[in-house]
Structure formats: structure tokens, C-alpha cells
């Protein structure tokens, strides 16, 4: 008995200890943040170690303040690693960022700031679960942002099946997959290896921790009923800003008061609906403009309103939701209902590009509940992606050394 309540002890300790690590969001003042490494739309970047990693963002002042980057090196889990900095990274870090320049021919004043890994001074060493932190000059954290590097040693085969549970069968996508290790050698998988599924490269939904059920030769297989499964959700709405003068995609008319307002179509609750293809980039946004060169200081910002219709409800709120701020739920994206209206309405300032965006509930337990407004359909289309962590026995970090990606538009049965 005593030596249960020590093993008890330990593991509550070590929960107080380490923690995961979250993500810090931005101040208003910060706005468009672009996280990317090999795509033009910006999403959670998971790039080969040898690949570029670009983080671009508008700070809405003209004061041209200093801010400076730091890198750290997470587990698996998000737990701090045990390396130190010269472990995982080549040269320095806690730099000042030095390519940023001022708004052009804007309406909204700001400067965009540019920073690429690896530069002149800084360069990514191993593999691995990554956060970036911009700090100003006070060495106060402005925001933080997730990333992770991969080595290419095990190949993985990702199929996406409907659900194996009948009671979800019209609603659940389940995501097999198989890590096949003839290329490397891998010593007690299922202690050693672990692994993430991301849904649409949103990180607050993923999956992680399931180990191999079968070992079939050179084969780790994963073949789970529930555990592997996501709601489907639905295709994401979108709008299109990149010309404010005039209506694009999604726009039902333009005003110009301090800024260009662009108000969308209202939209309706989708839950009870029939499912209907509409092609999305799932959840991600590009800023793009019309008839310009350089839309990192040439695009403006509009204040975008959104509106729902919705019943009123007592104890749940409704966000918009989506990439554009790092699928944040928060006051700036919170619903306020019209009464009469009958709406739910929301303004939101974004720079001039192409946005997808879907409704989302918060109940009254602060738990996110996606499909309520949206709803589930086993046919939506949605990208996965599976990342295989690896921690030899006696390492201190754990390497990431596979990535395999499945869509849903080859979903069977």
C-alpha cells in the first residue's frame, strides 16, 4: 500500500512540475499573424529540418517598436525538453527581428514585421516539437507559436475511413494508419514510439499518444474503433476582401468610414441541413489584393461583420472560428445577438485576403462544441496529417522521424 501512495506522489509531483505548454495570443495591437514553412496560405507549420520557416505580422502602430524572437525545444507533450540550447539550435536565438517595414497607401497605419529560420544567425539542429516566443523590448512575451520539424526515417500510409461505431457512422471520420520501419530500426516501439493526428492542422483538436496494436513484421499498424476517430464537421464558409471598394466573394455590400467595413451575407444554423460540397482550404486564410505588388504592406485593413442566424441562447456563446487567429476563442471573435435582428453579429478587423471561417459553440462547461452550429457529415472534406514521435531508451528528447497525410475525399468504408 505504502508503495502505491509513493508512486502516486511521484506522478502528482511530476503533473505540478511539467506542464504543457500553451500558445500566448496577441494584444489587438497584433494582427495577421502568417506562420508557414512550404504553402502560401498560412497554417501550423510542419516542415523538414531542412526546410524554410517564415513568420510574418502587422503590429497597427507606427511607432516601429522592437521585438525580438526566442526559440525553445518541447517533448512530445509539450513538456520542456531536457536540451539545452546549443543542443537544438546552431547560433543564437532572443535576436531583434530586423526586416520590417511601414504600411503603403493604407487607410489603417501599420508595420509588418518578417522573420525566416533558418537566417544568418540562427539555424534548427534536430527534430522535434517547437515553440516560438516574440518578445518586446521589455522582454514581456507578445505571442507564441507552435511548430515542429520532422526527420524522414519511417514512412506512414494514412487511410480515412467513416466510423466503425454505428452511432456515428454518418458523422465520425476514423483515421488508420501504418508506420512502416524497414528504413530504420526501431527498439521497443510501443514504448519508445508515440504519435499526433491533426485534423485541418489545428493543434486544440488533435490526437495524440496511440500506440501500435499490432506489430506485423516491419509494420506498425494502427487500426482503432474510436480512439483514432474525428467528427467530420462541415465545410468551412469563406469570403474574399482583396478589392474593398467593391463586393467580392462572400460580400454583400462595402462602406468607408475611418476604415472600409465589409459586411458578409448573414448565414443560417447548418446543423439540420443536408450536407453540400463546397470547396474551403480548411480553416486557412492568404492575404491577397487586388492590382498591387507587395500585399504584406500594400493590403489594408476592413472591419469585416459577421452575422448568424441563430436563436438566442442562455448559457453558450458563438465565436468565429478558423486559422485567422490561430483557432483562438476569445472576446474579439465572441457573438453578441441582435434582438432585432434576430442575429448574432460580430465586427472583426482583417487584412484584405481570402478567410475561411466556420460558427462554433462554447457550452456552459467552456467546452468547444463544433458541429452544434456547423454539423457533422462523414463526407466533408478534411485533411489529416499523422506525425510519429521517437525516444530511443536512454535519449532525452524525442525526435519526430515520420510524417504520413490522408484526405477524406478518399474516404471509405
Given at each position: 500500500m505504502l508503495k502505491h501512495f509513493y508512486f502516486l506522489f511521484i506522478f502528482l509531483l511530476s503533473t505540478l512540475c511539467f506542464s504543457q505548454v500553451e500558445e500566448v495570443e496577441p494584444s489587438d495591437l497584433i494582427k495577421t499573424i502568417t506562420f508557414k514553412s512550404n504553402t502560401n496560405q498560412s497554417e501550423l507549420p510542419i516542415l523538414n529540418l531542412n526546410e524554410r520557416l517564415t513568420l510574418e505580422?502587422?503590429?497597427?502602430?507606427?511607432?516601429?517598436?522592437?521585438?525580438?524572437?526566442?526559440?525553445?525545444?518541447?517533448?512530445f507533450d509539450w513538456t520542456k525538453s531536457k536540451l539545452i540550447k546549443s543542443e537544438y539550435l546552431k547560433g543564437l536565438d532572443n535576436l531583434r527581428i530586423v526586416n520590417y517595414e511601414n504600411s503603403f497607401n493604407t487607410y489603417q497605419i501599420y508595420s509588418n514585421y518578417r522573420l525566416q529560420i533558418p537566417n544568418t544567425q540562427t539555424r534548427l539542429k534536430v527534430s522535434g516539437n517547437y515553440l516560438?516566443?516574440?518578445?518586446?523590448?521589455?522582454?514581456?512575451?507578445?505571442?507564441?507559436?507552435?511548430?515542429?520539424?520532422?526527420?524522414?526515417?519511417?514512412?506512414?500510409?494514412?487511410?480515412?475511413?467513416?466510423?466503425?461505431?454505428?452511432?456515428?457512422?454518418?458523422?465520425?471520420?476514423?483515421?488508420?494508419?501504418?508506420?512502416?520501419?524497414?528504413?530504420?530500426?526501431?527498439?521497443?516501439?510501443?514504448?519508445?514510439?508515440?504519435?499526433?493526428?491533426?485534423?485541418?492542422?489545428?493543434?486544440?483538436?488533435?490526437i495524440a499518444g496511440l500506440k501500435p496494436q499490432y506489430i506485423l513484421g516491419n509494420e506498425l499498424i494502427y487500426r482503432y474503433t474510436t480512439e483514432s476517430s474525428?467528427?467530420?464537421?462541415?465545410?468551412?464558409?469563406?469570403?474574399?476582401?482583396?478589392?474593398?471598394?467593391?463586393?467580392?466573394?462572400?460580400?454583400?455590400?462595402?462602406?468607408?468610414?475611418?476604415?472600409?467595413?465589409?459586411?458578409l451575407y448573414t448565414?443560417?444554423?447548418?446543423?439540420?441541413?443536408?450536407y453540400t460540397y463546397n470547396p474551403d482550404i480548411n480553416g486557412n486564410f492568404q492575404v491577397t489584393i487586388l492590382d498591387r505588388e507587395n500585399p504584406s504592406i500594400e493590403a489594408d485593413y476592413t472591419v469585416v461583420h459577421f452575422s448568424l442566424k441563430n436563436p438566442e441562447l442562455t448559457n453558450e456563446s458563438i465565436h468565429v472560428y478558423g486559422s485567422y487567429n490561430n483557432y483562438a476563442l476569445n472576446d474579439?471573435?465572441?457573438m453578441i445577438f441582435n434582438p432585432k435582428r434576430g442575429v448574432y453579429e460580430v465586427a472583426i478587423k482583417l487584412k484584405q485576403g481570402f478567410y475561411n471561417y466556420k460558427y462554433v459553440l462554447v457550452n456552459a462547461q467552456n467546452e468547444l462544441e463544433?458541429?452544434?452550429?456547423?454539423?457533422?457529415?462523414?463526407?466533408?472534406?478534411?485533411?489529416?496529417?499523422?506525425?510519429?514521435?521517437?525516444?530511443?531508451?536512454?535519449?532525452?528528447?524525442?525526435?519526430?522521424?515520420?510524417?504520413?497525410?490522408?484526405?477524406?475525399?478518399q474516404i471509405s468504408n
Amino acid at each position: 500500500m505504502l508503495k502505491h501512495f509513493y508512486f502516486l506522489f511521484i506522478f502528482l509531483l511530476s503533473t505540478l512540475c511539467f506542464s504543457q505548454v500553451e500558445e500566448v495570443e496577441p494584444s489587438d495591437l497584433i494582427k495577421t499573424i502568417t506562420f508557414k514553412s512550404n504553402t502560401n496560405q498560412s497554417e501550423l507549420p510542419i516542415l523538414n529540418l531542412n526546410e524554410r520557416l517564415t513568420l510574418e505580422f502587422d503590429v497597427l502602430s507606427p511607432d516601429e517598436d522592437d521585438f525580438y524572437y526566442v526559440i525553445e525545444h518541447y517533448n512530445f507533450d509539450w513538456t520542456k525538453s531536457k536540451l539545452i540550447k546549443s543542443e537544438y539550435l546552431k547560433g543564437l536565438d532572443n535576436l531583434r527581428i530586423v526586416n520590417y517595414e511601414n504600411s503603403f497607401n493604407t487607410y489603417q497605419i501599420y508595420s509588418n514585421y518578417r522573420l525566416q529560420i533558418p537566417n544568418t544567425q540562427t539555424r534548427l539542429k534536430v527534430s522535434g516539437n517547437y515553440l516560438i516566443k516574440i518578445l518586446n523590448e521589455y522582454d514581456e512575451i507578445v505571442f507564441s507559436r507552435k511548430f515542429m520539424v520532422y526527420e524522414n526515417l519511417a514512412s506512414v500510409g494514412v487511410q480515412i475511413k467513416r466510423s466503425r461505431d454505428v452511432a456515428h457512422v454518418n458523422t465520425k471520420q476514423s483515421v488508420d494508419f501504418v508506420i512502416n520501419t524497414t528504413n530504420y530500426r526501431f527498439n521497443n516501439p510501443k514504448q519508445t514510439i508515440n504519435t499526433v493526428i491533426l485534423q485541418n492542422n489545428n493543434l486544440k483538436t488533435s490526437i495524440a499518444g496511440l500506440k501500435p496494436q499490432y506489430i506485423l513484421g516491419n509494420e506498425l499498424i494502427y487500426r482503432y474503433t474510436t480512439e483514432s476517430s474525428f467528427w467530420g464537421g462541415n465545410e468551412y464558409l469563406y469570403f474574399e476582401t482583396k478589392d474593398v471598394r467593391g463586393t467580392n466573394l462572400g460580400v454583400q455590400f462595402t462602406d468607408l468610414n475611418t476604415l472600409y467595413h465589409s459586411y458578409l451575407y448573414t448565414d443560417v444554423n447548418r446543423y439540420n441541413r443536408e450536407y453540400t460540397y463546397n470547396p474551403d482550404i480548411n480553416g486557412n486564410f492568404q492575404v491577397t489584393i487586388l492590382d498591387r505588388e507587395n500585399p504584406s504592406i500594400e493590403a489594408d485593413y476592413t472591419v469585416v461583420h459577421f452575422s448568424l442566424k441563430n436563436p438566442e441562447l442562455t448559457n453558450e456563446s458563438i465565436h468565429v472560428y478558423g486559422s485567422y487567429n490561430n483557432y483562438a476563442l476569445n472576446d474579439s471573435n465572441k457573438m453578441i445577438f441582435n434582438p432585432k435582428r434576430g442575429v448574432y453579429e460580430v465586427a472583426i478587423k482583417l487584412k484584405q485576403g481570402f478567410y475561411n471561417y466556420k460558427y462554433v459553440l462554447v457550452n456552459a462547461q467552456n467546452e468547444l462544441e463544433e458541429g452544434v452550429i456547423s454539423g457533422d457529415f462523414y463526407e466533408t472534406e478534411n485533411n489529416y496529417k499523422v506525425l510519429v514521435y521517437y525516444r530511443d531508451l536512454g535519449a532525452r528528447y524525442d525526435r519526430i522521424v515520420g510524417l504520413g497525410e490522408g484526405n477524406s475525399t478518399q474516404i471509405s468504408n
